[in-house]
Nanobody, 126 residues
Framework: QVQLVESGGGLVQAGGSLRLSCAASGRTFSSYFMGWFRQAPGKEREFVASISWNGGNTYYADSVKVRFTISRNNAKNTVYLQMNSLKPEDTAIYYC???????????????????WGQGTQVTISS
């Protein structure tokens, strides 16, 4: 089992940048496939990005491709989401998620993950 804690959210102007972090507990972080999702008010939770256990494979939603970068540091038990060129429509609560597997696939739906953090608020002003 793994516990996830997100941080790094905040209020920034459109065009700005933020880096989200997700710290995981335990000594088996490197065996987990990780993802980032977001949920805006009144909307369903949507996929943002995913990364394989060793960082060798990544996948992005079309809406964030080029602007966002997912990465991980297994020595620090942390996954990151670097967000650049932020837009008001990026405003949401951002969640990290984990599932224990070495298998690569896109995993772009929430039901493919077993563990979730509590979320961090990202607000982009126009």
């Amino acid at each position: 089992q793994v516990q996830l804690v997100e941080s790094g959210g905040g209020l920034v102007q459109a065009g700005g940048s933020l880096r989200l972090s997700c710290a995981a507990s335990g000594r088996t972080f490197s065996s987990y496939f990780m993802g980032w999702f977001r949920q805006a008010p009144g909307k369903e939770r949507e996929f943002v990005a995913s990364i394989s256990w060793n960082g060798g494979n990544t996948y992005y939603a079309d809406s964030v491709k080029v602007r966002f970068t997912i990465s991980r540091n297994n020595a620090k038990n942390t996954v990151y989401l670097q967000m650049n060129s932020l837009k008001p429509e990026d405003t949401a609560i951002y969640y990290c998620a984990a599932v224990r597997t070495y298998t690569w696939d896109l995993r772009d739906s929430a039901d493919r993950y077993d563990y979730w953090g509590q979320g961090t608020q990202v607000t982009i002003s126009s």
